[in-house]
């Protein structure tokens, strides 16, 4: 291990991600910032994360306060906490080996926490039934996700299986795919169309992935990560078609169920429309969906929560997975147990209900209010457009870029987009994801590109963020254009105050 | 994945544990008696799982306040809780990210979490040097070693790398390496001079390895899991020359360093002793020290944190730990903080001070007098004895199986001494460790195994574990005896007693 050339091969060829380099850059502004370099700005801004609580979004109080009595039972007479918080700590504690969060936990998680979460599956799809030994709970759904791939991966010297993946996908599934040794089989959503999932699309893809590998599963994320679009039934519907007819496992992303605002837009799951189907699929489809405590309204990324729910799956072949969970121990004890709360919130009458109903409402309106001013902002820009975000917490504009960034890129042998993004937060202190990392360069044409932008942060995060970013892109779009195309005072003013200049100032571009 | 020929054939080959399997068989047993059954036995008592919290040990109330107050920052001003434990909490959530435990870390763990872990180091090693940037947190050192020994594996076609484990090994190291693709390499501790590691049997056992694998670590585990020994320093350098000369990684696993009670006996890392030998030595060979919350005196097996200490690993090498450390994202947050606090305990003046220090202390010594009964109790039996056990929590006798289980476990196809598990399980509802799952059976005779017995656990719950397996083993023998050989009553209720016909009875055997 003294050299480089000791490191596992697979492990060598993988490559750093654009947005750990942005993070790494960011970490080392703010050092410079606190040693009192001198800067437009005094601290960075992320909207690129989806860590809503690091970028100062509030916590729910019911989901903290049990967990904290769970913690330290000496508060379950603490009468300054409400009465249906202690007694849900009781009960919670009451599942737990020895009452305490300290013991281990079935590899699969808590046979209480997968109860509750079969019971809230089935009233949230009209009755379809679910079970919790089809529930597994993981430290995060990505973690699930990843012992699900492994256990499809094909043997050594075996053609290897495949996984159609969108693209545009979320940043670390190609990488988590490539690691367990799955080829990947894009498709492209269609951005014109809103992102749709279009069947031709799909059918090109299967059929490029012929004699290169035997796909296996095919990977949606709804509402869409990072796109923010959402499958209506009929979508879903198709692919679900789809997948019967090709023998495909379906690998449903469904982390932000409870984020979705669009106009006219609701939720509804793969495992719902599917046992709403005729009966020959309703009983053979494949379906793993996933869930997340880190995603939406809750946002607890750092408690490492999510589960899986595996329908029509061989119970045989569950199995190994059961064998698979045990390397990672299990999920934390307290992420399992704000799971139970997720899915089971206070209800009317309980001491909690209404400042928990308040909280969630609020976290909603901020994110649909965020979605539609960033949304509106961005449109205005010069040389960007982004389609309308209905669920989630991203919006993923695409942008025109310079020929004097495309080029600079190409000369640094860098993506354009993470070059746009490195500048955006050397100059202005805001990191916004480059829509390379979604999978997304090999399909783009070098001019045209995407941002990542994550709308579930406090408004005034927000609206600075969006300040910065529309100066230094219309000073980019200054630097780039001829001296008779430059922005006067008033009509920068105008755009960087929203949509009003939003025609005239893409026409000038 | 409609058929089981579909999975990975690697996944498929993994067998399930013997441990697995008592668990569900104690699982079953359990949900029979709460269906009534009539058993001898009103409930399973598992005093294998090393889970004191589940157990019925308590936690330490320190850190379980301190959490509390981190997770539900509303707590920082109830005035129940002691005015440290709200300063400490305050302090830490100014190291998270929005000042949330809710917030996603760097995945190798927050700065200053490391940074405390690097300064008891050095307290530790009295003086040794140790670095934040070395530390990384894991959710439990079993994920670092995974982390760790996929870096080392060779690429496929290459000659595969191995690593030197010793037999009897932690029950899950041997599946780890082979999920990795890496050799295992077994070198067996001399148990009749206490479990020692002995120089010829590691050069016999690279020897061995030669054509079969490129050897590339050697694991150890001080004080030793399951054995209970401890390396003295003499012993600990003798294995760093051994691994300076055959240029081997060195793999200490520490996590029970803060569970030392043999008399005479001292923790001394690994770290500690290479840094006070040559500077050819403490400058060049390379160490990964593991250290975990599950372990001793926390026993915080639910908050899922452990933590790895890299020295003289090259910086190149590492960063591939960085970039294969984000697929768990980052340990879970509250597991980081309370790590923070292992390290940083109360000071004197504190107002948690003499609370922590009473629960440590009789934490401490509730496993040490449970170590000595268990041992005294055990070498009373016939057929067992037990080397002394100085650190960890584990006892690991060894005992002489009857023909007639043997030759069951034959006829049944399984090991004799997780038959005889099994068989204790049924008929006395007490779960303890087959000896088989720690690498052993291989070297083993069939008439001569092994156990292993958790003993942080409450002295009423060893004391019941232990009449019950001595009833167990005493019927047992008897069924096997030939009729002259029988115990009487009053020799039978001595031996239940603990060591006075010690030596009768073992020579009855």
Redesign the interface.
């Known amino acids: 291990?003294?050299?480089?050339q000791?490191?596992?091969?697979?492990?060598?060829g993988?490559r750093?991600?654009p947005q750990?380099a942005l993070q790494s850059l960011a970490a080392r502004i703010t050092q410079e910032i606190s040693q009192g370099a001198q800067k437009s700005f005094t601290e960075v801004i992320d909207v690129e994360?989806g860590?809503?609580?690091?970028?100062?979004?509030k916590?729910i109080?019911f989901v903290?306060?049990v967990?904290?009595?769970c913690?330290?039972p000496?508060?379950l007479k603490?009468k300054?906490l409400p009465l249906d918080v202690r007694l849900r700590a009781q009960s919670l504690l009451e599942s737990?080996?020895?009452g305490?969060?300290?013991?281990?936990?079935p590899s699969s998680g808590l046979h209480r926490v997968r109860q509750s979460i079969a019971e809230f599956i089935t009233r949230r799809d009209a009755g379809a039934p679910s079970y919790a030994k089809d529930i597994y709970i993981s430290?995060?759904s990505?973690?699930a996700m990843?012992v699900l791939v492994?256990?499809?991966?094909?043997?050594?010297g075996e053609t290897p299986a495949g996984v159609l993946t969108p693209a545009p996908c979320p940043p670390?599934l190609p990488?988590?795919l490539d690691?367990a040794g799955l080829t990947l089989v894009p498709y492209r959503l269609t951005e014109e169309r809103g992102w749709a999932v279009e069947l031709d699309e799909l059918h090109r893809a299967l059929e490029a992935a012929r004699g290169r590998c035997e796909p296996?599963?095919i990977y949606l994320s709804n509402p869409g990560i990072p796109t923010g679009h959402m499958q209506d039934r009929k979508s879903i519907e198709e692919v679900i078609r789809f997948a019967a007819a090709e023998?495909l496992?379906l690998l449903a992303d469904e982390v932000y169920q409870d984020s979705v605002y669009g106009a006219g837009s609701e939720f509804v799951s793969y495992k719902r429309v599917l046992f709403e189907m005729d009966k020959h699929l309703s009983d053979t489809v494949?379906l793993v969906s996933f869930h997340s405590l880190s995603s939406g309204c809750m946002?607890?990324?750092?408690?490492?929560a999510g589960f899986m729910e595996a329908v029509n799956?061989?119970a045989?072949?569950m199995h190994?997975v059961d064998?698979?969970m045990?390397?990672?121990?299990?999920?934390?004890?307290?992420?399992q147990l704000a799971l139970d709360l997720m899915v089971n919130p206070p209800k009317p009458g309980d001491a909690s209900y209404d400042t928990y109903t308040q909280e969630i409402l609020l976290t909603r309106a901020t994110l649909s209010q965020n979605a539609q001013r960033a949304w509106h902002f961005l449109n205005a820009l010069p040389g960007m457009s982004c389609q309308p975000a209905m669920g989630g917490i991203f919006l993923y504009p695409s942008l025109r870029l310079p020929a004097a960034i495309t080029e600079q890129a190409e000369a640094l042998g860098v993506e354009p987009d993470a070059l746009y993004c490195q500048r955006l937060l050397q100059e202005e202190g805001v990191i916004v994801g480059a829509g390379c990392q979604h999978g997304d360069a090999a399909a783009a044409a070098a001019d045209r590109r995407h941002l990542r932008l994550c709308v579930l942060v406090p408004p005034d995060t927000l609206a600075e963020a969006l300040t910065r970013l529309g100066s230094f892109h219309l000073r980019l779009a200054d630097a780039c254009s001829p001296p008779n195309r430059k922005w006067d005072a008033q009509t920068r003013a105008q755009i960087l105050n929203g949509d009003k200049v939003c025609t005239t100032a893409r026409n000038q571009v």
Chains 1, 2 share one sequence.
Not at 1 to 4: D, E, F, P, Q
Not at 51 to 57: F, K, N, R
Not at 326 to 332: H, K
């Open positions: 291990m003294s050299s480089l000791r490191v596992n091969p697979r492990v060598r993988m750093g991600s750990a994360s860590d809503p609580h690091g970028a100062g979004m916590s109080s903290r306060q967990l904290a009595v913690l330290c000496q508060l603490d300054s737990c080996d020895g305490s969060v300290g013991a281990y936990t430290a995060g990505q973690m990843m492994k256990m499809m991966a094909s043997g050594q670390k990488m988590l690691d296996r599963a023998k496992v494949e946002g607890e990324c750092g408690l490492r799956m061989d045989g072949v190994y064998t698979l045990c390397f990672d121990i299990s999920a934390p004890v307290t992420g």
